[in-house]
């Protein structure tokens, strides 16, 4: 089943699937090389690991793992959702590995619709935990989070290790 939900005039929310995933994996690619920088700096073969990326989306497909929604707009995707179910201490959890809207259209909603979607989605399956990670000085996407209702329940901490 395809889900189709109309946001504007030109633009319509898609459940992926492995049969429609060919036409917008371009445009993913894009979303996601998008996501690794803003969240992770530039990356050296930044390319090849997206394209790496990209290319597991198929056997998510195929095998139910994943639900991954995209907002179209004149057969482009400009907004893209990949989440996957985890089991978390006993605790059915959706994680968000990837929401990310172009950065023109963002502000409109359009992540909003496709979390709205997402929860939607997951209580029909009876998952009511859905979790995410995001770089600390992301403020937009933490702003995002937080007006979302998601709370910081751990940190996640980095250290870099001297060479010498």
């Known amino acids: ?64 793992s994943a639900y991954i929604l995209v907002c179209v707009e004149e057969k482009k995707a400009i907004a893209f959702l990949w989440a996957y179910q985890k089991e978390e201490i006993q605790e059915k959890v959706i994680h968000v590995s990837h929401i990310i809207v172009k950065e023109n259209y963002q502000r409109k909603g359009i992540g909003k619709i496709l979390m709205d979607n997402l929860e939607n989605e997951m209580k029909k399956r009876n998952i009511y935990i859905v979790d995410l990670v995001t770089t600390a000085d992301n403020n937009k996407a933490m702003n995002f989070y937080k007006k979302s209702g998601f709370q910081v329940k751990r940190d996640f901490l980095r250290k870099k290790i001297s060479e010498t």
């Open 1 to 64: 089943m395809i889900l189709k939900e109309k946001i504007g005039l030109k633009m319509e929310i898609v459940k992926l699937n492995e049969k429609n995933f060919e036409l917008y994996k371009q445009d993913i690619n894009a979303l996601i090389k998008e996501n690794y920088r803003i969240n992770l700096g530039e990356l050296e073969d930044i390319d090849i690991i997206v394209n790496n990326k990209c290319n597991e989306i198929p056997q998510f497909l195929i095998n139910g």
